[in-house]
């Protein structure tokens, strides 16, 4: 983790060797002007972003439980949490889960919000309006939308099993949140209609800058429709692509608050995730010191993910 | 939560000529199909907030007979929550602007240097903290500072989504003011404090309102900070009141469905009222 404070409050007092007299007095007191235009910023992430990561890898080193909010003690355990949460029983579950989750959940976002991007691409009437309103899911707080889907998920009087049940021969009653096996796969869902605005409204921006004439051009040399697509829209969406797909395995290993508002993290563990593990850990069972090390352990999943992934693309995010 | 790319949401506005839309039924029917499939639980949420009692029946498809109970039960047993969450994205409206804007203006027209560019990458590091992690942190820190249920607290705690969105949003719109400008303002004699004051802040307020609407609708919409930061009913943003609404009455669907239609009106509010600030201050940001 950067410490961008190190550097920038170091610059708050004058340099030593300041030339002295009018002019350079002056030149300071401009630049101590701009510093603290900057400083409040930089003070803010410190405490919300750069302490707690270095406070969490701290506790993932110590017995930080109820105990330690009485008298102030969190002894120091080495490597005791780590091995205690890989050696729970649902560990490897929760690991799987957050793999299906966060790779279900992009493809699905990705694919919808592409297909959706282009459609509304083209011009039509209403366009506009239709686009705005499509995003209104991502605008809604969340566990809003994962309420509501719970009532539309329900086995015996949910609206989607009700519309399955009208299907002729079709005799089905799944119980999406109900059942370990579907779980997991309706909790995907719920996230993916709850990332499709995000990718469509991405991509539709990267459309947008995709010059007309290369169109106009390629249409010349016969490359319309798919093959437009394939040979202009793609390598010249790429950057974006890039883009979205980095942050959207960046938010998706993070979430909480779709498994919590629909299942829980139930039944038996299902749709538990290294996330909503973590939060059980620390907020559940108060045993914040396994807690801090889950959470230290999805920082470093997302970091080596993204590290690899710049890295491939650095060209692509240098934009 | 969508944070640092957002600003490039509608790059080419003036990229077409704006000609009149050809007509094409066939496609504004299927743009409607898939505006419907993606607004049903939309649909059915404000469905089912008007229908009578729903204790545990299929609900009607269509709200034949309107019925406000569920509106009257949901204000009476949630109204507190509905201000109590106000309170606290305004606040954390007005922090984080007061915080990010001055350091958006620096990092634009400051000669910074190298520090313009390590903020920047702390930035896009902070997209990478999991909420739990800073929840985590946040409790124990917040527990010795007697910060778990207050109203400063939670501000605080949810303008963390607000505050490094709204510098990349705004640093990229500041940066498009010409420099000429505020160099003008300093020729005249303003320093930089009343250059930004009268000069930056005004021409900014696209910009502005943009940042300050996705900051409301973050913390108005944070779930993690209210469950882990409060721990009584004292404080409950809604929420965390719709939350534990639906782990204990499961049975009566319509106040629920009800105070989730509330919770979800500033979102409504935005996209109708604002949205020729947010498209206005979204360009100018990304024309750099």
């Given at each position: 983790?950067?410490?961008?404070?190190?550097?920038?409050?170091?610059?708050?007092?004058?340099?030593a060797?300041?030339p002295?007299?009018?002019?350079?007095?002056?030149?300071?007191?401009?630049?101590?002007?701009q510093?603290?235009?900057?400083?409040?910023?930089?003070?803010?992430?410190?405490l919300?972003?750069?302490?707690?990561v270095?406070?969490?890898v701290?506790?993932?080193?110590?017995?930080?439980?109820?105990?330690?909010?009485?008298?102030?003690?969190?002894p120091?355990?080495g490597l005791?949490?780590?091995?205690?949460?890989?050696?729970?029983?649902?560990?490897?579950?929760?690991?799987?889960?957050?793999?299906?989750?966060?790779?279900?959940?992009?493809?699905?976002?990705?694919?919808?919000?592409?297909?959706?991007?282009?459609?509304?691409?083209?011009?039509?009437?209403?366009?506009?309006?239709?686009?705005?309103?499509?995003?209104?899911?991502?605008?809604?707080?969340?566990?809003?939308?994962?309420?509501?889907?719970?009532?539309?998920?329900?086995?015996?009087?949910?609206?989607?099993n009700?519309?399955?049940?009208?299907?002729?021969?079709?005799?089905?009653?799944?119980?999406?949140l109900?059942?370990?096996?579907l779980?997991?796969?309706?909790?995907?869902?719920?996230?993916?209609?709850?990332?499709?605005?995000?990718?469509?409204t991405?991509?539709y921006?990267?459309?947008?800058?995709?010059p007309e004439?290369?169109?106009?051009?390629?249409?010349?040399?016969?490359?319309?429709?798919?093959?437009?697509?394939r040979?202009?829209?793609?390598?010249?969406?790429?950057?974006?692509?890039?883009?979205?797909?980095?942050?959207?395995?960046v938010?998706?290993?993070?979430?909480?608050?779709?498994?919590?508002?629909l299942?829980?993290?139930?039944?038996?563990?299902?749709?538990?995730?290294?996330?909503?593990?973590?939060?059980?850990?620390?907020?559940?069972q108060?045993?914040?010191?396994?807690?801090?090390?889950?959470?230290?352990?999805l920082?470093?999943?997302?970091?080596v993910?993204?590290?690899?992934?710049?890295?491939?693309?650095?060209?692509?995010v240098?934009? | 939560?969508?944070?640092?790319?957002?600003?490039?949401?509608?790059?080419?506005?003036?990229?077409?000529?704006?000609?009149?839309?050809?007509?094409?039924?066939?496609?504004?029917?299927?743009?409607?199909?898939?505006?419907?499939?993606?607004?049903?639980?939309?649909?059915?949420?404000?469905?089912?907030?008007?229908?009578?009692?729903?204790?545990?029946?299929?609900?009607?498809?269509?709200?034949?007979?309107?019925?406000?109970?569920?509106?009257?039960?949901?204000?009476?047993?949630?109204?507190?929550?509905?201000?109590?969450?106000?309170?606290i994205?305004?606040?954390?409206?007005?922090?984080?602007?007061?915080?990010?804007?001055?350091?958006?203006?620096?990092?634009?027209?400051?000669?910074?240097?190298?520090?313009?560019?390590?903020?920047?990458?702390?930035?896009?590091?902070?997209?990478?903290?999991?909420?739990?992690?800073?929840?985590?942190?946040?409790?124990?820190?917040?527990?010795?500072?007697?910060?778990?249920?207050?109203?400063?607290?939670?501000?605080?705690?949810?303008s963390?989504?607000?505050?490094?969105?709204?510098?990349?949003?705004?640093?990229?719109?500041?940066?498009?003011?010409?420099?000429?400008?505020?160099?003008?303002a300093?020729?005249?004699g303003?320093?930089?404090?009343?250059?930004f004051?009268?000069?930056?802040?005004?021409?900014?307020?696209?910009?502005?309102?943009?940042?300050?609407?996705?900051?409301?609708?973050?913390?108005?919409?944070?779930?993690?900070?209210?469950?882990?930061?409060?721990?009584?009913?004292?404080?409950?943003?809604?929420?965390?009141?719709?939350?534990?609404?639906?782990?204990?009455?499961?049975?009566?669907?319509?106040?629920i469905?009800a105070?989730?239609?509330?919770?979800?009106?500033?979102?409504?509010?935005?996209?109708?009222?604002?949205q020729?600030?947010?498209?206005?201050?979204?360009?100018?940001?990304?024309v750099?």
């Amino acid at each position: 983790m950067a410490d961008p404070a190190v550097g920038v409050r170091s610059r708050t007092a004058p340099p030593a060797g300041a030339p002295a007299g009018r002019r350079g007095s002056q030149k300071t007191q401009a630049r101590v002007v701009q510093v603290a235009f900057l400083v409040p910023a930089v003070v803010y992430l410190v405490l919300f972003f750069g302490y707690p990561v270095v406070k969490n890898v701290l506790m993932g080193f110590q017995a930080y439980t109820t105990r330690t909010f009485y008298t102030g003690e969190a002894p120091w355990v080495g490597l005791a949490n780590y091995s205690a949460v890989v050696g729970n029983a649902i560990f490897d579950r929760t690991l799987w889960n957050t793999l299906f989750f966060t790779v279900g959940s992009i493809v699905g976002q990705f694919a919808i919000g592409l297909a959706i991007a282009v459609f509304f691409h083209k011009k039509f009437a209403l366009s506009g309006v239709l686009r705005s309103l499509i995003l209104l899911p991502w605008l809604i707080p969340m566990i809003a939308g994962t309420a509501v889907w719970r009532w539309i998920l329900d086995t015996d009087n949910g609206a989607l099993n009700r519309l399955l049940s009208a299907v002729p021969g079709l005799d089905l009653h799944p119980n999406w949140l109900t059942s370990p096996e579907l779980a997991l796969l309706a909790v995907i869902g719920v996230n993916i209609w709850l990332g499709i605005p995000f990718n469509m409204t991405i991509l539709y921006g990267g459309l947008q800058e995709i010059p007309e004439d290369l169109y106009e051009a390629g249409a010349l040399d016969g490359a319309t429709g798919w093959r437009a697509f394939r040979h202009i829209t793609w390598p010249m969406l790429r950057p974006v692509v890039t883009v979205v797909l980095v942050l959207g395995v960046v938010y998706t290993l993070k979430v909480i608050d779709v498994i919590l508002g629909l299942t829980n993290g139930g039944p038996a563990n299902s749709t538990q995730t290294i996330s909503t593990f973590s939060y059980d850990m620390s907020f559940r069972q108060f045993d914040f010191g396994q807690g801090a090390a889950l959470g230290n352990i999805l920082i470093l999943i997302s970091l080596v993910f993204a590290v690899v992934y710049l890295r491939i693309n650095r060209k692509a995010v240098d934009e | 939560m969508s944070a640092v790319v957002t600003h490039r949401t509608e790059p080419g506005a003036p990229v077409r000529p704006s000609g009149r839309a050809p007509r094409r039924p066939v496609h504004t029917v299927v743009g409607i199909l898939i505006l419907a499939v993606m607004l049903f639980p939309l649909y059915w949420m404000v469905n089912v907030s008007l229908q009578p009692a729903g204790n545990a029946v299929a609900t009607p498809w269509f709200p034949a007979d309107i019925t406000l109970r569920g509106y009257s039960t949901a204000i009476s047993e949630q109204g507190g929550n509905l201000v109590t969450s106000l309170v606290i994205s305004l606040g954390a409206v007005v922090f984080s602007l007061v915080i990010a804007t001055p350091a958006a203006y620096a990092m634009a027209h400051f000669k910074l240097g190298r520090w313009a560019t390590i903020v920047l990458f702390g930035i896009l590091v902070t997209q990478m903290v999991p909420g739990i992690v800073v929840a985590n942190a946040l409790y124990s820190a917040y527990s010795d500072l007697g910060l778990l249920n207050t109203v400063p607290g939670l501000i605080l705690a949810d303008s963390a989504a607000g505050i490094p969105f709204s510098i990349i949003l705004m640093r990229a719109f500041m940066g498009s003011i010409p420099t000429s400008i505020v160099e003008a303002a300093y020729v005249d004699g303003a320093g930089h404090v009343r250059a930004f004051f009268s000069i930056v802040l005004p021409m900014s307020r696209n910009a502005l309102i943009t940042a300050g609407l996705f900051t409301f609708l973050f913390a108005w919409g944070d779930f993690l900070f209210a469950l882990t930061l409060t721990t009584t009913a004292d404080l409950r943003p809604i929420t965390l009141g719709l939350y534990t609404y639906v782990g204990s009455f499961v049975a009566d669907w319509s106040p629920i469905m009800a105070t989730a239609v509330l919770s979800s009106l500033p979102a409504i509010a935005l996209l109708v009222l604002a949205q020729r600030y947010v498209a206005a201050g979204v360009t100018g940001g990304a024309v750099k």
